[in-house]
Nanobody, 114 residues
Framework: QVQLVESGGGLVQAGGSLRLSCAAS????????MGWYCQAPGKQRERVAR???????NYASSVKGRFTISRDNAKNMVYLQIDSLKPEDTAVYYC????????WGQGTQVTVSS
């Protein structure tokens, strides 16, 4: 059974940091490339970071310089380091394949207070 389990969210003050984790299982191998997505209240889900099979990383312009995606191939996990958090980063964060082809996990809530 394919599963994606996100964790690490929380309530933080603006300027703070969080490290989100995503455990992949089943047929998903993080070595094939993964993305982090977020969905803010009333908005569509969007990808904010990705890491390709070659290890190339890309970020949405709104998070560039503040978010860092990484992975641990041996553990089949993907991480998102979020620094300099802003209230507009408040959202539920999800991980998925580069094509968002897997069943979505429950996500992890990030709430940033001003």
């Amino acid at each position: 059974q394919v599963q994606l389990v996100e964790s690490g969210g929380g309530l933080v003050q603006a300027g703070g940091s969080l490290r989100l984790s995503c455990a992949a299982s089943g047929s998903i191998s993080v070595t094939n490339g993964m993305g982090w997505y977020c969905q803010a209240p009333g908005k569509q889900r969007e990808r904010v970071a990705r890491i390709t099979s070659a290890g190339i990383t890309n970020y949405a312009s709104s998070v560039k310089g503040r978010f860092t995606i990484s992975r641990d191939n041996a553990k089949n996990m993907v991480y998102l380091q979020i620094d300099s958090l802003k209230p507009e980063d408040t959202a539920v964060y999800y991980c998925n394949t580069l094509w968002a082809s897997a069943v979505w996990g429950q996500g992890t809530q990030v709430t940033v207070s001003s």
